[in-house]
């Protein structure tokens, strides 16, 4: 617990700590309006799920791009950090692939209107894109290899030929509401699967 100095402040390194909690807050909301109604919509929506008003919104992120980016990096990070827990907590390898490909797929949902959001920025978007990769491959190589060490997959599937498959099957969601990326991403991970005797 932050101890006031003797002239009754709190120490600002709280203040930062707080802060950086609601913007967390504000991040998770915006991603899982994001998912569900695209990145275009409205920041009241945003900030309802959030519970907090537009102004901090705004305050936080002047721009529509700029909080796309910064979900963007968020879900970057969570992805990163869920894949190790998820191998941990999971009944196998397999499962935790399964989980880490379930958020994989939402933060792509969101990805794909980021090019949208960032129409005049190509270096900021191919900058976000590199920074994509170096966290999220060997992520999702850890993964593969826990799977592959199991025996619940067959060897020789890379991390990043994985991505790009699950990619390209969220790419249709965009334009078909009935369409459900992650019924094919789940027969694409059967797929990888080692027969059982």
């Known amino acids: 617990m932050p101890t006031a100095s003797h002239s009754g402040e709190v120490p600002p390194r709280s203040k930062r700590a707080d802060a950086q909690r609601n913007q967390q807050t504000l991040l998770t909301a915006a991603a899982a309006v994001f998912v569900t109604s695209g990145v275009d919509a409205p920041i009241r929506e945003i900030a309802a799920r959030a519970g907090v008003g537009m102004g901090t919104i705004y305050r936080h992120f002047p721009t529509r791009a700029d909080l796309v980016v910064a979900v963007y990096r968020h879900q970057v990070e969570t992805c990163a950090e869920a894949g190790p827990h998820l191998l941990a907590d999971a009944d196998s390898p397999l499962d935790a692939l399964r989980q880490w490909a379930d958020l994989f797929v939402d933060f792509l949902v969101t990805k794909h209107g980021l090019a949208n959001a960032m129409q005049s920025d190509s270096s900021g978007f191919d900058a976000l894109h590199t920074y994509f990769l170096d966290r999220l491959v060997p992520v999702c190589a850890q993964l593969l290899d826990a799977a592959v060490e199991a025996g619940e997959i ?30 094919l991403v789940e027969l694409l991970l059967r797929g990888l699967q080692r027969p059982q005797p």
């Open 154 to 183: 067959r060897s020789g599937t890379q991390a990043y030929e994985l991505m790009r498959g699950i990619g390209n099957l969220c790419i249709g969601r965009d334009g078909d509401p009935r369409y459900d990326p992650r019924r």
